[in-house]
């Protein structure tokens, strides 16, 4: 099982014989059989028809879609949902206020335990007053502001220890240096198992209870990836200080940073080792996040 990665135009997609065909003018064609794949990444000016999105699905294959410098992601994945009243379920939960708050309140909080097992496993000690403020959490007037202020100070432990990377904090759009670039772009690839265990349980990915419900936000995604990027986040890390990864796989212009070919044709097979272990703990947090709703909603 593999990961085909698509990043430079021209590239045609097609169903031949049976097998999925791809082509280039300059590279000739090459022949898959579906049972080789599990995830297609595509970049801009690929051609491919309907007919083959549909075989894709068809195969359980999912296709993420990246536009130039990891901007304007999309994710394409078989929606074969089991069937139950579970989605009814969740809308009753995300739509009561006092079910929600309270479980905002513990994601959050489980958001932070997790930040500072990153810190511990990164050698990082916890920034001062630190615990006083996660203890706040449970009676916080403004939780997300809280939750803003635990986050700087979480991101400014990081700035110290990779200062050398060009790195001051956290930022997304775009990444201004090699680190903030990799961990915009392995969050972008951590939404398709996301989505793909949430829609295994037949949840609506575009439903949370903390992040805002928005047209093309998929809230649920957002929620339940609080509980698992610590995980990507010290992956990442370890690709920069075992030397997998360096300054010299970036271009970095005023329009951000992003990853060389070269840098690329590294990252890309690394993630899909990572992420073969990594989907266990997503359907995990998926099966959770279901248990948490059946048992709220019946309360």
């Known amino acids: 099982m593999s ?3 698509l990043d430079e135009k021209d590239y045609a997609l097609s169903v031949r014989d049976g097998m999925l065909s791809c082509e280039h003018p300059d590279k000739g ?14 970049g801009r000016q690929v051609k491919l028809s309907s007919d083959v999105l549909l075989a894709l699905a068809r195969h359980e294959i999912q296709v993420l879609f990246i536009g130039d410098k990891g901007t304007d992601p999309a994710s394409l994945m078989p929606m074969r949902p089991p069937g139950s009243d579970i989605r009814f379920r969740q809308y009753r939960v995300c739509y009561h206020s006092e079910a929600s708050v309270r479980l905002s309140r513990k994601l959050v909080t489980l958001k932070t335990l997790q930040q500072s097992w990153v810190l511990h496993k990164l050698g990082l000690g916890l920034p001062p007053g630190w615990n006083n403020m996660v203890d706040t959490l ?23 220890k990779f200062a050398y990377l060009g790195f001051h904090g956290r930022n997304r759009r775009p990444p201004k240096d090699p680190l903030n670039a990799l961990i915009s ?17 037949g949840l609506d990915i575009g439903l949370g209870v903390h992040h805002a ?46 990853l060389t070919s070269a840098g690329q044709a590294i990252f890309y097979p690394a993630w899909h080792k990572f992420a073969a272990t990594h989907e266990g ?7 959770i996040v279901r248990h948490t709703i059946e048992r709220e909603a019946s309360r």
């Open 185 to 201: 772009l392995a969050s972008v690839m951590e939404d398709g198992l996301h989505g793909k265990a949430l829609l295994a349980q």
């Open 281 to 287: 703990r997503v359907k995990r947090v998926a099966r």
């Open 3 to 5: 990961m085909m990665v």
């Open 29 to 42: 064609r090459l022949s898959m059989p579906w049972g080789s794949l599990t995830l297609i990444l595509i």
């Open 138 to 160: 449970k009676q916080a007037d403004n939780l997300m502001l809280q939750e803003a202020r635990l986050s700087h100070l979480y991101w400014q432990q990081w700035a110290g």
């Open 213 to 258: 419900t928005g047209y093309r936000r998929q809230s649920l995604i957002c929620d339940t990836k609080e509980l698992t990027r610590g995980r990507v986040e010290v992956w990442v890390a370890k690709l920069f200080l075992s030397a997998t990864i360096d300054t010299s796989l970036f271009d970095i212009s005023e329009s951000g940073c992003r």
